[in-house]
């Protein structure tokens, strides 16, 4: 029999199939035709395109609220952290109704249409009168103006929203289903799957980078509604692209067991009920679990105790594990364990809000002249964190990991834990040299006398602000990457997706937490006729005081994070 007649028998194909994958139609998918590099760039590719329409309109809102829309610095970084904390927190439920109902493909599909829909009114809402009533001559047209722009505020604000409700499908599921192309089980696209997250990361920032740089410069120079119409044609285009690679995705297989959601919840409610009774000793050593049909590590049953009562059957039974399997106990573990990690990181989300907000606006007020003839926009400084992610990953990839490995003998060179800890101490020096520019900006103001003169540029260079940009720009390829792998990583198979919104979640109750903190501090500190630390008059206000704060902050989350991370347990990998 020859090699063609050989291709064309039943046993090879099964041989190819990849197990726990269809297509998108759910029939079986072959390993040479599906999945791996060839679906992975295809869908790193599509979310390129997503970034550069997010960045599009994230990177200068603040700078949007401030001008167009008459905001307030305070009431507009406020607002911006809002919108931010929303389109962050969003995704964990994008990812339940993904891995929960209508699977990751599905998922982005609707997320897909919401979000250009949500970006097409944004652009119309550009358009339409801003807040300004100088044209308007008497009572009658000034109440005219005033309904215009009432109405231009709220269809901004709706369609914004809407973008958070699409980018809460899109933004979680997009990166599992990229991940998903590669088979945990198979040794060759394993190691290749711990790469994908690193250049999934490049390539986010490499499309953030050419937004901010291009759209920031349109928005501030040219017009708004163009600055909003480029994203939502990008974001079209992205769709249309994740369409035409159908044919060559992996997509889970929804099974008919229970929800992990159920699963987990099951082991809670089970363990809640039998507090009151005793571990036998011999449960948690030597039972043999009816799944996986392993025993239980030693080191996870000494964890999270309280829950090994749920392998205890009902009262009278005789039998272990009737009520509950260890399989299932160790999916409840897992998930507990994520927790302290997720709370001490959430300082990491404070700090990363500023970058958009009260970085732009202290850009804003310094000498952005590259030359006679030309000035950069204030936001196009975020640039320099994409742009040292950008260089940082493929040096990290290509020659720190390779090192590491040598040396501590891990596949990836350093712990995920490990990664994220550096990352989050290069945050702590990136607030503190912010804190040092700020001081030195005000000092420059005040030695030339622009102190009550807050439209009048204060002659230093905007370039002191690169070192804070490109510090968290380092500071990001080690943490964001870390986080991204580490949820992705550490949580149950089918949870994958809600793993990841996790990590958003970070971002998300971060950017509350600083919308909070921002208010807070305005009240505290701006009564009595006193001038806030936030003051619409930067030159006035105290922003060095408040990097100082969150500089504080994160040092302390570092050391409770390190805390917990000693003592966190790997689950086993995939």
Request: proline share 4%; with cysteine.
């Amino acid at each position: 029999m020859s090699i063609s007649d050989l291709s064309d028998t039943e046993t090879p194909l099964v041989a190819a199939t990849v197990d726990g994958s269809v297509d998108f139609k759910g029939r079986p998918v072959y390993r040479p035709s599906s999945g791996g590099w060839r679906s992975a760039r295809f869908i790193i590719g599509v979310e390129m395109a997503e970034r550069f329409a997010y960045y599009g309109i994230q990177s200068n809102l603040v700078t949007y609220l401030t001008g167009p829309l008459g905001q307030s610095t305070a009431t507009a970084a406020e607002n911006v952290n809002l919108w931010l904390g929303m389109a962050m927190l969003l995704p964990l439920l994008g990812a339940f109704v993904a891995d929960s109902f209508l699977g990751r493909y599905r998922t982005i599909i609707i997320a897909s249409v919401i979000y250009c829909l949500g970006l097409g009114l944004l652009t119309l809402s550009a358009m339409l009168p801003s807040v300004s009533t100088v044209g308007c001559q008497n009572t009658n047209e000034i109440t005219s103006c005033n309904s215009v722009y009432q109405f231009r505020l709220i269809l901004f604000f709706f369609s914004l929203y809407l973008v958070a409700i699409g980018l809460g499908g899109h933004k979680p599921c997009v990166q599992a289903f990229g991940a998903d192309q590669f088979d945990g089980k198979d040794p060759l696209e394993s190691k290749l799957k711990s790469s994908f997250f690193n250049w999934w990361y490049f390539g986010l920032c490499t499309a953030a980078l050419f937004s901010i740089l291009i759209l920031s410069y349109i928005q501030d120079n040219l017009n708004w509604s163009l600055g909003f119409g480029i994203p939502c044609i990008s974001m079209a285009f992205a769709f249309i692209v994740f369409l035409l690679g159908s044919k060559t995705y992996r997509c889970s297989i929804k099974g008919n067991e229970r929800s992990p959601f159920l699963r987990i919840g099951k082991v809670f409610v089970v363990a809640v009920r039998n507090w009151r009774r005793a571990t036998p000793p011999a449960l948690v050593h030597e039972v043999e679990a009816e799944e996986a049909h392993e025993k239980l590590p030693h080191e996870s049953s000494e964890q999270f105790k309280f829950l090994n009562k749920a392998l205890l059957a009902s009262e009278g039974s005789k039998k272990y594990g009737k009520v509950c399997i260890i399989s299932e106990v160790e999916e409840a573990k897992a998930f507990l364990r994520l927790v302290p990690i997720w709370i001490t990181s959430l300082v990491y989300g404070i700090v990363y809000a500023q970058f958009s907000t009260f970085f732009t606006k202290q850009g804003a007020t310094m000498d952005r002249r590259v030359a006679s003839f030309f000035e950069i926009p204030a936001a196009s400084l975020q640039s320099f964190i994409a742009l040292s992610i950008v260089v940082t990953i493929p040096v990290y990839d290509s020659v720190f990991v390779p090192k590491a490995r040598a040396f501590t003998g891990k596949p990836a060179g350093i712990t995920m834990l490990q990664r994220i800890g550096t990352g989050m101490f290069l945050y702590v020096l990136s607030m503190v040299i912010a804190a040092l520019v700020e001081m030195k900006r005000l000092k420059t103001a005040e030695e030339y006398g622009l102190i009550d003169k807050p439209n009048v540029t204060i002659p230093m260079s905007v370039c002191w602000l690169i070192p804070q940009y490109v510090v968290a720009g380092v500071s990001e390829a080690f943490a964001m990457v870390g986080l991204q792998e580490f949820f992705y990583d550490q949580v149950p198979t089918e949870l994958r997706s809600i793993g990841l919104s996790l990590y958003l979640g970070i971002l998300g109750v971060g950017s509350f937490l600083s919308s909070f903190l921002i208010s807070v501090i305005e009240k505290a500190t701006g009564g009595d006729g006193h001038e806030s630390w936030f003051a619409d008059n930067l030159n006035k206000a105290h922003l060095d005081y408040f990097y100082w704060l969150l500089a504080g902050l994160t040092a302390a989350g570092l050391i409770s994070f390190w805390i917990f991370a000693k003592s966190y347990i790997y689950n086993k990998p995939s």
